[in-house]
């Protein structure tokens, strides 16, 4: 789990009682790859990868995810894209999926959508993958209410295109400034 990024990867990992590897982003090279390489063994089972990076909004490219992937085929690579909609579409894996089925890549409506007591969000991985992940789920695991809020988000999603618009053309560069 590259650090510093989103605590509740470490705490779930803490309760699964997980030896956590945390190589570190650096301010001028971002995303540590070679560092990221160098700690996978026959052991490690799962790698999370937050694109871009919670809290520090640092990229991870494309071609470091799937080096990655690459790199460690007996792993779960569990890429959180959270904030998706801030970065440009092709540095998604979401494409990769067929090539790497390794892959799992979570998203969620809690942030960009401005719905987050919903806990609303979806996985995206091959289809092996989504008929385990459905043996483990829970029996309801979304209300009516998060369903009715999510249709009419997305027959109205202009308004999220234009906060990542103001966002990345308006607000980043004054902050940056």
């Not at 289809?127 to 998060?146: H, K, M, S, W």
């Amino acid at each position: 789990i590259p650090a510093p990024t989103f605590a509740m990867y470490e705490q779930a990992a803490e309760s699964e009682c997980l030896t956590i590897c945390r190589p570190h982003f650096d301010r001028l090279k971002g995303f540590p790859l070679e560092e990221v390489l160098a700690m996978i063994g026959p052991s490690t089972s799962i790698i999370v990868l937050s694109n871009p990076n919670n809290p520090t909004g640092t990229p991870i490219s494309r071609e470091a995810i799937l080096a990655v992937a690459k790199h460690a085929p007996h792993c779960a690579i569990l890429v959180d894209e959270c904030y998706y909609e801030f970065m440009g579409p092709e540095e998604s894996v979401k494409g990769d999926i067929g090539d790497f089925p390794n892959l799992f890549i979570c998203r969620t409506f809690s942030k960009t959508w401005g719905i987050p007591s919903l806990r609303l969000g979806y996985v995206l991985t091959c289809e092996a993958n989504i008929n385990a992940l459905t043996c483990v789920r829970g029996p309801y695991d979304i209300n009516q209410f998060a369903g009715v809020a999510l249709k009419a988000a997305l027959a109205n999603n202009k308004y999220v295109w234009d906060f990542v618009d103001e966002v990345n053309k308006q607000a980043k560069p004054k902050f940056q400034e």
